[in-house]
Nanobody
């Protein structure tokens, strides 16, 4: 069983930065892919970024490419989402997700483990 707990959300500023963290507990090995998704009010949950635990391959949604960076800390079992140059359209609940697969899927249905989410708000 894998447990995920997000933190680091809050009120950001347009053009500013926030860093989200996802604390991972349970059995994580090199076969896992970790991901961030987000859901804005009235919209479907969408892919943001993912990283394969082994090797570190990373993928990003076009909307965040060049602004957001996903990374992991093996020693601390943490996954980060560094968000720079924030925009009002980044306002959403951000979720950490995990799946024991090297496919690095970009669809939420591929992920079996989810955190509770953390709110990020960027006023216009």
């Amino acid at each position: 069983q894998v447990q995920l707990v997000e933190s680091g959300g809050g009120l950001g500023q347009a053009g500013g930065s926030l860093r989200l963290s996802c604390a991972v507990s349970g059995r994580i090995d090199s076969w896992y892919t970790m991901a961030w998704f987000r859901q804005a009010p009235g919209k479907e949950r969408e892919f943001v970024a993912n990283i394969v635990w082994s090797g570190g391959s990373k993928y990003y949604a076009d909307s965040v490419k060049g602004r957001f960076t996903i990374s992991r800390d093996d020693a601390k079992n943490l996954v980060y989402l560094q968000m720079n140059n924030l925009k009002p359209e980044d306002t959403a609940v951000y979720y950490c997700a995990a799946d024991r697969s090297l496919v690095a899927a970009m669809t939420e249905y591929a992920y079996h483990y989810w955190g509770q989410g953390t709110q990020v708000t960027v006023p216009s």
